[in-house]
T-cell receptor, first 110, second 110 residues
Framework: NAGVTQTPKFQVLKTGQSMTLQCAQDMNHNSMYWYRQDPGMGLRLIYYSASEGTTDKGEVPNGYNVSRLNKREFSLRLESAAPSQTSVYFC?????????FGSGTQLSVL | TQLLEQSPQFLSIQEGENLTVYCNSSSVFSSLQWYRQEPGEGPVLLVTVVTGGEVKKLKRLTFQFGDARKDSSLHITAAQPGDTGLYLCAGGGGADGLTFGKGTHLIIQP
């Protein structure tokens, strides 16, 4: 059972570069989420998608865009990476009040 | 905005000892969840508590939801090195996902 799959696992970018973080779930969940996790800050919601075709901003959306490509896939894009976006990024899908998380992407922006 | 405060932030104890960690809020939650996160992985759900005063046990872990549904505690009996990890409480459950506390970093030393 794959659950939630995130790629890549690690990434290093230079300031100003762009990249897309990929996420896919095989549990047929409607809702998907992108969080970032920083030391001392906990998990903070970037964007979410309550269903295919809809996306909404979370607590910290600035500098990011998302695409809900289909029910399975929810991608997060950094158009012009900044050092403040150095973080660990987690994708999650949801059934009821239970979140299933991927294993994360560790991103460093130099 | 509903906030969850977790304490202590860090806890290091010897194998075999007992411990309690706390999750507090000024807001009422319909439910609270506890997740455990190991290094390099995403959080994994341990339990959901729904009813005020509810107590749930998961082997040596005991979870309690406060009567007023504003706080929760996690008690571990006879801690083992395998209990080491980041323990997160979370609440909310609306379409925009869960609100997470900043977590308790627990280290159990052999």
């Amino acid at each position: 059972n794959a659950g939630v799959t995130q790629t890549p696992k690690f990434q290093v970018l230079k300031t100003g570069q762009s990249m897309t973080l990929q996420c896919a779930q095989d549990m047929n969940h409607n809702s998907m989420y992108w969080y970032r996790q920083d030391p001392g800050m906990g998990l903070r919601l970037i964007y979410y998608s309550a269903s295919e075709g809809t996306t909404d901003k979370g607590e910290v959306p600035n500098g990011y865009n998302v695409s809900r490509l289909n029910k399975r896939e929810f991608s997060l894009r950094l158009e012009s990476a900044a050092p403040s976006q150095t973080s660990v990024y987690f994708c999650a899908s949801r059934t009821g009040e239970k979140l299933f998380f991927g294993s994360g992407t560790q991103l460093s922006v130099l | 905005t509903q906030l969850l405060e977790q304490s202590p932030q860090f806890l290091s104890i010897q194998e075999g000892e007992n411990l309690t960690v706390y999750c507090n809020s000024s807001s009422v939650f319909s439910s609270l969840q506890w997740y455990r996160q190991e290094p390099g992985e995403g959080p994994v759900l341990l339990v959901t508590v729904v009813t005020g005063g509810e107590v749930k046990k998961l082997k040596r872990l005991t979870f309690q939801f406060g009567d007023a549904r504003k706080d929760s505690s996690l008690h571990i009996t006879a801690a083992q090195p395998g209990d080491t990890g980041l323990y997160l409480c979370a609440g909310g459950g609306g379409a925009d996902g869960l609100t997470f506390g900043k977590g308790t970093h627990l280290i159990i030393q052999p």
